[in-house]
């Protein structure tokens, strides 16, 4: 059981350039979260998925994608990358809605330069 | 709007005392209210929650939490603290159903520093 995986660890991108961060859960949880973690700031939402097929948007989406085809995978995909989305990237899934806790990934550390 | 104040960035205790981690909270009805752990360089993990019942949840790692309705808090607690409990602790919470999926609200986070 491996719980809920991202890849890749690190990742350094140029403006402009694009990328797909990952996130897998073997737990089968509905509910799939994209939360970005900037220091002294908590973490912001972006993305959430509350089943297959259904996402919408969290507190910070501009710049961001998501897609939701099976319950196991949930991936972020950046567009013309700025510097404004460095930040660790957090995935995290949990079995259903408000009264359920959050399990969370190891994180993406990305930075744009 | 539901909101969450962890009113200090950083406690410092020594071993073997007991440790207090603040929290304060605004929402509309009834909370729901968590408790998360982040070691360096990890994801998040869950530690307790209160949903409904009694006041005092006991988590893992031999914390707890005491929700204080009259004072809107949920500050966290353990009666000895250990080296390996230094870490980032986030208070985190989430208005009751309103139709839609509430989100969470996490606070900023206290940096807990354990000094042998």
């Known amino acids: 059981n491996a719980g809920v995986t991202q890849t890749p660890k690190f990742r350094i991108l140029k403006i402009g350039q694009s990328m797909t961060l990952q996130c897998t859960q073997d737990?089968?949880?509905?509910?799939m979260y994209w939360y970005r973690q900037d220091p002294g700031m908590g973490l912001k939402l972006i993305y959430y998925?509350?089943?297959?097929?259904?996402?919408d948007k969290g507190e910070v989406p501009n710049g961001y994608n998501v897609s939701r085809s099976t319950t196991e995978d949930f991936p972020l995909r950046l567009e013309l990358a700025a510097p404004s989305q460095t930040s660790v990237y957090f995935c995290?899934?949990?079995?259903?809605?408000?009264?359920?806790?959050?399990?969370f990934g190891p994180g993406t550390r990305l930075t744009v330069t | 709007a539901q909101s969450v104040a962890q009113p200090e960035d950083q406690v410092n205790v020594a071993e073997g005392n007991p440790l207090t981690v603040k929290c304060t909270y605004s929402?509309?009805?009834?909370?729901?209210l968590f408790w998360y752990v982040q070691y360096p360089n990890r994801g998040l993990q869950f530690l307790l929650k209160?949903?409904?019942?009694?006041?005092l949840v006991k988590g893992s790692y031999g914390f707890e939490a005491e929700f204080n309705k009259s004072q809107t808090s949920f500050h966290l607690k353990k009666p000895s603290a250990l080296v390996s409990d230094s870490a980032l602790y986030f208070c985190?919470?989430?208005?009751?159903?309103?139709?839609?999926?509430?989100?969470?609200?996490f606070g900023t986070g206290t940096k807990l520093q354990v000094i042998p």
């Open positions: 995290a899934s949990s079995y259903g809605g408000e009264a359920y806790e959050q399990y």
């Open positions: 737990m089968n949880h509905n509910y």
């Open positions: 998925s509350v089943g297959a097929g259904i996402t």
């Open positions: 929402v509309s009805g009834n909370p729901y």
């Open positions: 209160y949903i409904t019942g009694d006041n």
């Open positions: 985190a919470v989430r208005g009751p159903n309103s139709g839609g999926y509430q989100k969470v609200t």
